[in-house]
């Protein structure tokens, strides 16, 4: 402790972070920095969050816009190797994870700090991302994260400490639910949502139309592909940021994205969340539609597992690693002939690809057309399927043998 005279701090201005400074300055004797990542979250979270950070106790607070660097650099690779979680959740916060800790890590190296500091609980999935990062990027830097030390357990522990300081905080006992949200998804756990045969009420989703509510008429919207990135929405070429941002717009007044899961913590146990992710929803239908037309079955099949493998290292908070950039790689490759167009049609909370095209498609409609043909000769299948079953055939014959000593 002696040795730790400057912490930064993973500043979210809610509750947990706003009673870690001055516990932080207590009991390290210590500077406290915070910082603050833009990625996307409520506006709202940000407004006058630098002037709490000081009341609160720190020194200064750091804020910064990693808006576009978390969808360009963590978002659209993983879209690109089509990792869904235990085949529901897109990864919203397990993807965020890694940019902030990387621009975390990044501050404190600058502002010459001895320790970084979290409030991640220590049931949760995000302290093994968060200090699995820290691990790979700057080791030589401590990691102080307070819900595995302090005797705190609760909101109340939690209010009374900060109302014993005269330090101010808008938190009641009254919060019913914990979120995440970032410019991908939203995220709800808790409240009657911890009791698996309770329906999800409407106060759990903050961001999607009820899709029983969302308009009657469908609304159909065209997404450009380039190497397996979407470039364009309604042929307006975008930053991915500000695609994913319009797709959210478009997609969320249509109910889409909606998913209530049961998901297995990298931690051992269940949890239950209500998660949002509308623009993404529509850009991973987008990417799966255009690789219909251009992948072989082979491929394809490879890129499914870099999917199923990488879903769970996003998850799990191995980023940074040496996994991670083979399949990326892998990923990558495979996306150089993923370009086209695709039209989808959002209704009522659903996302269906209508319309695709693509110059590389191998969809060549001369070789499988119904109709008469000249390119293809039929009678080429007799062979290829005595070849094909050939395995088979011989274990009959042998089963056969068998059965007549």
Known sequence: MADIKKVLLAYSGGLDTSAIVPWLK???????????ADVGQDR??????????????????I???????FVKNYVYPTLKTGAVYEGTYLLGTSMARPVIAKAMVETALAEGVQAVAHGCTGKGNDQVRFEGAVAALA?????????????????????????????????TLKKIYSRDANAWHISTEGGELEDTWNRASENVWTWTVDPEKAPNEPEFVSVKIEKGE?????DKAMSPYN????????AAKHGVGRVDITENRLVGMKSRGCYETPGGTVMMAALRAVEELILDKTTRSWREKLGLEFSHLV?????????????LASANAIAEDVSGE????????????????????????????FGADNVYDQSHADGFIRLYSLPSRIRAINEANKANK
């Open 63 to 69: 804020i910064k816009d990693l808006r576009e660097e």
């Open 139 to 171: 080791p030589q830097l401590e990691v102080i994260a307070p819900w595995r030390i302090w005797k705190m357990r609760s909101r109340e522990d939690l209010l009374n400490y900060l109302n014993e300081r005269n330090i101010p905080c808008k938190a």
């Open 342 to 369: 695709v039209v989808l049609k959002l209704y009522k909370g659903s996302v269906t690809a209508v319309q695709k095209r693509s110059d590389n498609s191998l969809f060549n409609v001369d070789f499988c057309t």
């Open 243 to 250: 695609c994913l941002a319009t797709l959210n717009d478009l």
């Open 315 to 327: 998850y799990d908070g191995r980023w940074f690693t040496p996994l991670c950039k083979a399949i």
């Open 44 to 61: 709202e979270d940000l407004v006058g969050i630098e002037e709490k950070a000081k009341q609160s106790g720190a020194t200064k607070c």
């Open 230 to 234: 979407i470039v364009a929405v309604n």
């Open 26 to 36: 207590e009991n390290y004797n210590c500077e406290v920095i915070c910082f603050v």
